[in-house]
């Protein structure tokens, strides 16, 4: 499947590149990006494994992660979607698509995270027509919690990855959509 491009007020969502290497590396590079998701500062090999990572999603499964763009200036600020990373959690995870987000500082606090989850919960919706879909985090990162919650997410339990713990959060599709 190719990667469809989908646009907010704001962001455009576009299909990730090995031209994007630079700006990837650099997100996850940063300490406060990663404070809630690892802890650590990932390196450029990281990175780069991420990258293909994304791109090979959407290769083999159809659906993928999106780099996230200022629609203005075209600034890549961070990167949003769906995977199945088949994690070794304990409890598993149900079989479902994992969403996750992550943004680069300068892009914090500005409603930015809630415009691109929105958008790509609303194309899973009408394209993929999951029944359910799941997300994890930190216990202690309220802010992506809250970001869930705005989609329909709901605590649905606590488990364990990497001997951390993590709070896991579903999402039913909504009937009328």
Same mark, same amino acid.
């Given at each position: 499947?190719?990667?469809?491009?989908?646009?907010?007020?704001?962001?455009?969502?576009?299909?990730?590149?090995?031209?994007?290497?630079?700006?990837?590396?650099?997100? !996850?590079?940063?300490?406060?990006?990663?404070?809630?998701?690892?802890?650590?500062?990932?390196?450029?090999?990281?990175?780069?494994?991420?990258?293909?990572?994304? /791109?090979?999603?959407?290769?083999?499964?159809?659906?993928?992660? !999106?780099?996230?763009?200022?629609?203005?200036?075209?600034?890549?600020?961070?990167?949003?979607?769906?995977?199945?990373?088949?994690?070794?959690?304990?409890?598993?995870?149900?079989?479902?698509?994992?969403?996750?987000?992550?943004?680069?500082?300068?892009?914090?606090?500005?409603?930015?995270?809630?415009?691109?989850?929105?958008?790509?919960?609303?194309?899973?919706?009408?394209?993929?027509?999951?029944?359910?879909?799941?997300? /994890?985090?930190?216990?202690?990162?309220?802010?992506?919690?809250?970001?869930?919650?705005?989609?329909?997410?709901?605590?649905?339990?606590?488990?364990?990855?990497?001997?951390?713990? /993590?709070?896991?959060?579903?999402?039913?599709?909504?009937?009328?959509?």
């Amino acid at each position: 499947m190719t990667t469809p491009t989908l646009q907010t007020d704001r962001l455009i969502l576009r299909p990730h590149g090995v031209e994007d290497f630079d700006e990837v590396a650099a997100l !996850w590079a940063d300490p406060q990006v990663v404070k809630y998701i690892g802890g650590a500062p990932n390196s450029a090999e990281q990175s780069w494994a991420r990258l293909l990572r994304y /791109i090979g999603h959407w290769q083999a499964l159809g659906f993928g992660y !999106w780099a996230v763009c200022d629609r203005e200036s075209g600034e890549f600020l961070g990167e949003v979607g769906f995977a199945n990373y088949r994690r070794e959690i304990s409890p598993p995870l149900p079989e479902v698509p994992e969403a996750g987000w992550v943004l680069a500082t300068k892009a914090h606090g500005r409603g930015l995270a809630s415009e691109a989850v929105g958008c790509i919960h609303h194309w899973a919706d009408q394209v993929q027509h999951w029944p359910q879909t799941v997300a /994890i985090f930190a216990p202690e990162h309220a802010a992506s919690q809250q970001v869930a919650a705005k989609q329909g997410y709901q605590t649905s339990g606590e488990a364990a990855y990497f001997d951390e713990k /993590i709070l896991v959060m579903s999402r039913q599709r909504s009937a009328s959509v």
